[in-house]
């Protein structure tokens, strides 16, 4: 009996162990947290293709008598012309003619632009051969402009006067100081030299180094400003006299010229397609301080005349213009107005004599 409970008792051990081999033990799980990084989306940037834009302007003048005088030549009994201080010459070569101005402007690219003006004057006198009138002819001013940055840009400009007398100038144009609606908005620097020359080619030319300083700005009320101040030390081919005895010859000089207009717009009526508005501007135009008086004498020797070094003249421009937008890109506009100034009398310690002269224009602007 004990052999055999032996026995079973060491059956049941292996068997124990037997199945103690077969146990798999199941593995773990452990949950994982998945983050999910986004990318961020980038969006590209598609810088605009550059696109040429431009405009042309069309504008048709006419400019009447100033007032209580013209350009009447007077005649003597003889039929001859009396002498010039016997003549009505209050604002002569200006009463009784039009301008045909014509403007246009294009970006060519990003960095170059190019604009024009083109005004031509006619006499509008019946009977010119009694009326002294100097505005015939046609005045041509073309501007190149390249922006180097942001700051600095070259402009070259070439005239082509009434009397075809010709100029050529070059800039290189600092913009120093620029604030949008502040009391001054801009501020810009402009070395430069200048070269003019008379229709023959001939010796009296004039040569320039100097610097203008442009300006801009907003007044209360509405108003804006604007000008410039031109610093120009000349250098001519031809002497000038300083004295009135015609002694005391100069081949140089320094002149500077303050230019400073005021402008308002009061607008009386608009809709999408239509405006009329009047318009205010006034100003020195310009103020002149010269290093000399200068004299010159008429061709029989008669007469000797002075050109004071400080003039100016002081103005007054009002109109009433009224506006309609065909298109987006093509507008018309007719006005009439006049300018109140003194025409003549100059001089700083004489200027005087105001007087009004009325105007009336027509004109278009179509822009590409």
Known sequence: MKKLALFLGSLLVVGTAVQAKEVVVAPVEVSKEIIVVAEPVVEEVVAPVFKPTGYV???????????????????????????????????????????????????????????????????????????????????????????????FTSRVQYRDEEDDSQNLEYQARFTVYKNEGALLSKLLLAPKVYHSFPEDGGSDYMNTIGMDIEYAGNL???????????????????DFYTNADLTDNKDKDFVAEWEIYLYRT????????????????????????????????????????????????????????AEYKVTENFAVNAGVGAEYRNWNITAQDAASHWRWQPLAYVGMKATF
Do not use: C, M
């Not at 009326?131 to 940055?149: D, F, I, M, P, V």
């Not at 509405?222 to 001519?236: A, P």
């Not at 205010?280 to 061709?299: A, L, V």
């Open 57 to 151: 302007g069309v504008q048709y003048r006419a400019y009447g008598e100033t007032e209580g005088h013209g350009d009447k030549i007077v005649r003597d009994a003889n039929g001859k012309d009396a002498p010039d201080d016997n003549q009505d010459t209050w604002n002569r070569g200006a009463n009784n003619y039009s301008r045909l101005e014509t403007t246009f402007g294009v970006q060519a690219t990003e960095n170059f632009k190019l604009e024009g003006r083109i005004r031509d004057y006619n006499n509008l006198e019946s009977n010119g051969d009694s009326h002294k009138n100097s505005k015939n002819g046609t005045e041509t001013r073309l501007r190149a402009y390249y922006q180097h940055n942001d700051w």
């Open 220 to 238: 209360p009320l509405g108003f804006t400003w604007d000008g410039t101040i031109y610093l120009n030390q000349n250098f001519y081919g031809q």
């Open 266 to 321: 009061f607008a009386l009526y608009s809709t999408d397609n239509y405006a009329i508005d009047f318009n205010f501007e006034g100003g020195y135009d310009p103020y002149k301080f010269g290093q000399y008086d200068k004299y010159t004498q008429n061709e029989a020797k008669t007469k000797v005349s002075k050109s004071a070094k400080t003039t100016y003249s002081l103005y007054t421009l009002l109109t009433l213009d």
